[in-house]
């Protein structure tokens, strides 16, 4: 699992407007619209939770505190229309600060989860799933629907798992690659209609729709991206080599928190 470093942040909170923006501008819906989606509901339905309050809190366990990443998922819950703070305090500490401070839906990560949890409502959403199963929505969004098309998925983690859920929900004939083929087979089983592929370069070659969503870097090559390519990668880094950035003008989704983040809102609150 990869682990975010200042430097893969530093910039979300000042350009939160401008990626809605893109979003608007690639899948004719915002942020919200597309946490929504994922959920099978419209962001309007979110509108008397707004004054819920939200307390992210540092956690300083295994490789610490990494600066500024409880301040910009309060900045996207912020962006979102929701009332939020980060705690002062980190780990124990800080929860217990947030729970006096009202906060009715706290975030935390640590070195290996990330999760929003809905403290009396006992509802706990995983920043894995919450994100492959926004990403699933974004793709759909711009596919214009998933009906009978063919999805391939890279990585069979987490991140894959939850877009898996949502691809079939969809309709999508989907197919999942994973460089360990266990993985594969795991999700194969754990969720109804997935089809296993173990040459990732037939699987490409064949397939426009792709979710990405692997923590490994050059996986797709720009020779597979045509006119009619469109990708959502969730994967950080992203796995695509920079050619294909290009080739897809546009029709790449790709941020390192914003869609995660507002998928976990939305799932809990
Ligand atoms: O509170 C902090 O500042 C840190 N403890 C945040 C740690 C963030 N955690 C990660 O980046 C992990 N790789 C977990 C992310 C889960 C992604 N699905």
Do not use: W
């Not at 990869?2 to 401008?18: A, G, M, N, W």
């Not at 929860?95 to 409502?121: C, K, N, P, S, Y």
Request: hydrophobic share 45%; charged share 20%.
């Amino acid at each position: 699992m990869t682990r975010l470093r200042e430097d893969d942040i530093d910039t979300v909170s000042e350009k939160l407007y401008e990626y809605n923006e893109n979003l608007r501008h690639i899948l004719g819906k915002s942020l919200a619209e597309i946490a929504a989606y994922s959920l099978g509901k419209k962001p309007e339905e979110f509108a008397g939770k707004r004054n819920v309050p939200i307390g992210v809190i540092p956690v300083s366990c295994g490789q610490g505190v990494i600066g500024g990443f409880a301040q910009t998922v309060q900045q996207i819950v912020e962006f979102l229309g929701f009332r939020s703070f980060v705690a002062t305090q980190s780990d124990v500490g800080g929860l217990a600060e947030a729970v006096r401070r009202g906060a009715q839906v706290v975030f935390l990560a640590d070195d290996d989860q990330f999760v929003a949890i809905h403290l009396a409502g006992g509802k706990v959403a995983d920043n894995g799933e919450a994100t492959g199963r926004g990403y699933a929505a974004a793709l759909a969004l711009m596919a214009g629907g998933l009906l009978g098309k063919k999805v391939l998925l890279i990585g069979a983690g987490p991140v894959g798992t939850g877009a898996a859920a949502f691809l079939t929900q969809q309709g999508a004939q989907v197919s999942v690659y994973d460089i360990d083929l266990e993985k594969s087979e795991k999700l194969r089983q754990t969720i109804d209609g997935v089809t296993v592929v173990s040459n990732l370069s037939v699987a490409l070659a064949e397939c426009n729709l792709v979710v990405e969503a692997t923590p490994a870097v050059d996986v797709i090559a720009g020779k597979y991206i045509t006119v009619d390519s469109m990708v959502a990668a969730p994967g950080i880094p992203l796995g695509l080599y920079s050619e294909c950035v290009e080739k897809l003008s546009g029709k790449l989704i790709h941020d390192v928190l914003e869609i995660g983040v507002a998928t976990m809102l939305f799932t809990v609150i």
